[in-house]
């Protein structure tokens, strides 16, 4: 088998592929996101961003089998990317509070000259959050590398009242689109399964 590469800088991405027995590469992929700009279709956004990354590392690495995800969060018609500064994670934070929002993950694959890219979609609910309440969150949680300037996981789960969909989405790397993205490249996920630790 080929190597295989994981495009991406995220930890989250690594520790859930990590579930898995399934050898691979973490390599950060140097497409400019920036170049895409949001038209209003945040499916269409995550996708663009997960081939981006993906035909990027194709250049350099051909003859291997990579994977790259994108997360979008989407609310009232905007994309929430990742947040700048404290005041932008702030407005970002105000707007998700009490309100539900998509996330949306696209995983894109390669192998062989060919490529595949698949999404999902997991709607989650946010309780109010006061202003003190949110400050907290921002002085404990600097979320700057985060898409919608939060994270679910640990304390961060705070933030969240209820999701309809997949958890593993909301992460980063939603399980059962990776196990589609794979099986288009000819590997197949339940062949890796490990014993619970």
């Not at 995550?46 to 609310?75: F, H, M, Q, S, W």
């Not at 932008?88 to 105000?94: A, F, I, K, N, P």
């Not at 404990?140 to 309809?164: E, F």
């Not at 059962?176 to 490990?194: H, M, P």
Request: net charge negative.
């Amino acid at each position: 088998m080929n190597e295989i590469i994981l495009g991406s800088h995220s930890p989250r991405r690594v520790e859930i592929m990590n579930y898995f027995s399934l050898p691979f590469r973490q390599v950060a992929s140097h497409f400019d996101e920036d170049s895409i700009p949001y038209a209003g279709d945040a499916k269409k956004l995550a996708r663009e961003l997960a081939l981006g990354k993906i035909k990027v590392l194709a250049n350099e690495y051909p003859n291997d089998t990579i994977i790259t995800a994108d997360t979008v969060v989407a609310i009232d018609g905007m994309s929430l990317g990742k947040p700048s500064n404290e005041a932008e994670s702030r407005d970002m934070l105000v707007r998700l509070s009490g309100r539900w929002h998509s996330v949306i993950t696209a995983v894109a694959s390669y192998r062989d000259g060919k490529f595949f890219c698949f999404d999902e979609e997991t709607r989650v609910l946010c309780n109010n959050a006061t202003p003190d309440e949110i400050h907290r969150y921002m002085t404990i949680h600097a979320l700057y590398d985060k898409a919608g300037g939060y994270a679910i996981q640990k304390s961060g789960s705070i933030l969240v009242q209820r999701i309809d969909g997949c958890y593993y989405n909301v992460l980063g790397l939603p399980i059962n689109t990776l196990r589609v993205a794979l099986k288009e490249v000819g590997i197949d996920l339940w062949d890796y399964i490990k014993e619970l630790a």
